[in-house]
């Protein structure tokens, strides 16, 4: 039975369409549905979100819309912070309407976003604001929100290759998430985000500490660990799904990882 959430249990009263709920940590959440809707903003750590059935990994500078009717939880958090808008249906707002044009309204696939990090400071500042129990109009607590809304809607990335070298290695990252499964040549994929070889290296080394193809890994060996532990499917199998083609070499990398064997972990789950 998947768990729902009631606004009534985190908004203080009718009045009040937007409250703000620091998780720092997040732990580890089962799966749940709300009456209310949550915009997502990772501010530290990493962890997995799984929501209607779709994995992504999260990472800081990343925001995620979470509609009341998508179900949703976390898993394998480390350190996880994240900053949680919970709001209420658009017909709840008594200032503001047609926020849904500002909201994407999507079920899947582009839910997630890199943030520019520009915008950080701003953001922090509404959040403040909005967190601010002294400043408790309705009115105005909805004004910060709707500028809330505009500013993560301006500053959240696209795939389409444009913007600072920055925004497409951001791109590129997010284009991975979804693609860690497929085959990557560098080559053609540092072309398409119109980035040199070079300086996606030398972008994600100085950035992330990691170079282009450790990351690949670590979202495969993630996945694979996930499946591994979700999962009916043996190791060859799940090697493929996770984009390695030796599963000896996928043995390897995965013990370096985890410190375990993926033969260990599937006769030993802990
Ligand atoms: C939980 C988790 C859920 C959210 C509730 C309000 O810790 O973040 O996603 O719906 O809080
Ligand atoms: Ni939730």
């Not at 039975?1 to 720092?24: C, G, H, W």
């Given at each position: 039975?998947?768990?729902?959430?009631?606004?009534?249990?985190?908004?203080?009263?009718?009045?009040?369409?937007?409250?703000?709920?620091?998780?720092?940590p997040q732990p580890v959440y089962p799966e749940h549905t709300h009456d209310f809707n949550?915009?997502?903003i990772v501010t530290d750590g990493f962890g997995k979100h799984i929501i209607n059935g779709h994995l992504y990994h999260l990472y800081p500078g990343m925001m995620f819309y979470v509609h009341a009717t998508d179900s949703h939880l976390y898993e394998h958090v480390?350190?996880?912070?994240?900053?949680?808008?919970?709001?209420?249906?658009?017909?709840?707002?008594?200032?503001?309407?047609?926020?849904?044009?500002?909201?994407?309204?999507?079920?899947?696939?582009?839910?997630?976003?890199?943030?520019?990090?520009?915008?950080?400071?701003?953001i922090k500042k509404l959040v403040f604001e909005l967190n601010d129990s002294t400043l408790n109009a309705p009115a105005y607590k909805e004004s910060l929100?709707?500028?809330?809304?505009?500013?993560?809607?301006?500053?959240?990335?696209?795939?389409?290759?444009?913007?600072?070298?920055?925004?497409?290695?951001?791109?590129?990252?997010?284009?991975?998430?979804?693609?860690?499964?497929?085959?990557?040549?560098?080559?053609?994929?540092?072309e398409k985000f119109a980035l040199s070889s070079r300086t996606l290296h030398r972008k994600m080394k100085s950035e992330m500490n990691i170079t282009p193809q450790r990351y690949l890994t670590k979202l495969r060996l993630a996945e694979a660990y996930f499946q591994l532990h979700y999962t009916e499917s043996n190791i060859t199998t799940i090697a493929q799904?996770?984009?390695?083609?030796?599963?000896?070499?996928?043995?390897?990398?995965?013990?370096?990882?985890?410190?375990?064997t993926p033969k260990e972990l599937r006769d030993n789950p802990s």
């Open positions: 039975m998947i768990q729902k959430l009631f606004e009534k249990d985190y908004f203080l009263s009718k009045n009040q369409a937007i409250v703000i709920e620091p998780r720092t949550e915009i997502v480390k350190n996880l912070h994240l900053t949680n808008i919970l709001f209420k249906m658009p017909d709840k707002f008594t200032f503001i309407n047609n926020i849904n044009t500002l909201i994407p309204n999507h079920k899947n696939e582009n839910s997630h976003y890199f943030l520019d990090k520009k915008c950080n400071d701003k929100f709707l500028q809330l809304l505009i500013l993560l809607k301006e500053n959240q990335y696209v795939e389409d290759g444009s913007g600072s070298s920055d925004q497409r290695v951001n791109q590129l990252l997010r284009w991975l998430q979804i693609h860690f499964k497929e085959q990557i040549d560098w080559a053609l994929i540092a799904n996770c984009g390695f083609n030796d599963s000896s070499y996928f043995s390897t990398c995965f013990k370096n990882e985890f410190h375990i």
